[in-house]
Nanobody, 115 residues
Framework: QVQLVESGGGLVQPGGSLRLACAASGSIFRIAIMGWYRQAPGKQRELVASITSDGITNYADSVKGRATISRDNDKNTMYLQMHSLKPEDTAKYYC?????????WGQGTQVTVSS
């Protein structure tokens, strides 16, 4: 069984930065595709960024150039660094681990961008 625990959310001013972290238990982290998703009130959950076990990254158009996803396989931890935050980045951010047929989600961490 895999557990994912997100941290690093909070209230950030527009234009600010933050770093989210996702700590994973279990031994499949290093061979799994990891991703950050977000869900704003009244909207569907959407992919923010993903990273393969080989370090290949993919970003949503809405965050390209403002976000960096990374992973530390020795620490079983994934990160999302974001800057130039906008009010529309406000959402609950979820960590996802995918190693088909298994798919795991964290409980999420709230990010609010507001002055």
């Amino acid at each position: 069984q895999v557990q994912l625990v997100e941290s690093g959310g909070g209230l950030v001013q527009p234009g600010g930065s933050l770093r989210l972290a996702c700590a994973a238990s279990g031994s499949i982290f290093r061979i799994a595709i990891m991703g950050w998703y977000r869900q704003a009130p009244g909207k569907q959950r959407e992919l923010v960024a993903s990273i393969t076990s080989d370090g290949i990254t993919n970003y949503a158009d809405s965050v390209k150039g403002r976000a960096t996803i990374s992973r530390d396989n020795d620490k079983n931890t994934m990160y999302l660094q974001m800057h130039s935050l906008k009010p529309e980045d406000t959402a609950k951010y979820y960590c996802n681990l995918r190693r088909l047929p298994r798919n795991y989600w964290g409980q999420g961490t709230q990010v609010t961008v507001s002055s």
